[in-house]
């Protein structure tokens, strides 16, 4: 479903060429839940927000469902994007819009008929059990219920793959075990390919298959977590793993 070639992030700054994301390659399988996880400055955020050009890639490649959308000119691309919907860590709510709006915005963009989103909305505030809170504004709602209304505003274009950026990290452990089985069921219940990135080794072993472990802007390696019984070989994946003894043998801080 995602396949990404060599892509590479630099920036330019004052002290010169500063590089983000050394150039990398990675392919998810269409219905899997994929787990990205590194150290903050990984360049994990940065690689799953290429997956949809929010970040445009400076060299590589980024081929998702079968589009190179790198080739893709500013039309098709935004077409190409109503089948990636995205989740991040602060929910980015409007504020002076309510649950049932905010999941409508959208379908409003895409040029969607009153009549079509009114039922889209009413489904996915389903999906996600706030069908009580239609009328409730952002400030009116828990961390969790925002976060859940965010997610049925990711899936009111009915994408093939939901990107999730640390999308837990604002919400207390027993919020984020709820959150982490609403996206397992969408998963489930839909089919959509999912890529969760985070800094917590706890969040991407409770729902994913696969992980990729970043350090210093590159994939250092994939770990199958899916029952396979394979151990991390990089002493960065020891440590995140929780293996602090193993990680510090082979001289890596624990922090």
């Known amino acids: 479903m995602i396949v990404l070639e060599q892509v590479s992030k630099s920036y330019r700054s004052k002290d010169g060429l500063i590089s983000a994301v050394a150039p990398t390659s990675l392919e998810v399988a269409e219905g899997e839940i994929f787990g990205i996880i590194g150290q903050s400055g990984a360049g994990k955020s940065t690689i799953l927000r290429m997956m949809n050009l929010l970040e445009a890639p400076t060299t590589g490649s980024v081929i998702v469902n079968g589009r190179d959308l790198t080739k893709c000119s500013p039309q098709e691309l935004r077409v190409a994007r109503r089948s990636i919907g995205m989740i991040f860590q602060h929910f980015y709510l409007l504020q002076n819009r309510t649950a049932a709006d905010n999941i409508a915005f959208p379908l409003e963009i895409s040029g969607v008929p009153k009549k079509n989103r009114e039922q889209r909305v009413k489904q996915c505030l389903e999906i996600v059990g706030l069908e009580d809170k239609a009328s409730a504004y952002p400030a009116q709602l828990s961390g969790g219920q925002k976060q859940r209304v965010a997610i049925a505003r990711a899936l009111a274009t ?36 999912i890529v969760l990135v985070s800094h917590d080794m706890e969040v991407v072993k409770h729902i994913c298959g696969r992980i990729a472990v970043m350090e210093h802007g590159s994939i250092v390696e994939t770990l199958d977590l899916s029952g396979t019984g394979q151990k991390p070989t990089t002493e960065i994946a020891k440590l995140l793993l929780g293996d602090r003894r193993e990680a510090l043998k082979g001289g890596v801080a624990y922090v």
């Open 158 to 193: 009915e994408p093939k793959v939901l990107l999730c950026d640390e999308p837990t990290s604002a919400l207390d452990p027993q919020t984020t075990g709820v959150i982490l089985e609403f996206i397992r069921d969408i998963n489930k219940r839909f089919g959509v390919t």
